[in-house]
């Protein structure tokens, strides 16, 4: 499953993005992280909340900032610009 969705210069389309998890994800993580990306298409908002809990509940976690500064930087929370 992908994490999330990216435009990169000179291709038509968003391309998936996959991530190899770490170590320290749980199932239970990773099926809340996966939820929160399937849900970015449809709510960026709500993606964002979600995001946001989760990364408070792991505040060392650079991943999670990471992908959370992504949401924050798509318009709709489904595609982040990369180039």
Known sequence: MALGNI???GRDAPQAVFTPWP???DEQL????HA???GADGSAEA???QIAQLVAERPG???????????DAAADGSVAAMS
């Open 7 to 9: 435009a990169i210069r």
């Open 23 to 25: 170590v320290d994800y």
């Open 30 to 33: 990773r099926m809340r992280l």
């Open 36 to 38: 929160v990306m399937a």
């Open 47 to 49: 993606a964002r909340r």
């Open 61 to 71: 976690d650079a991943i999670l900032a990471r992908l959370a500064a992504r949401l």
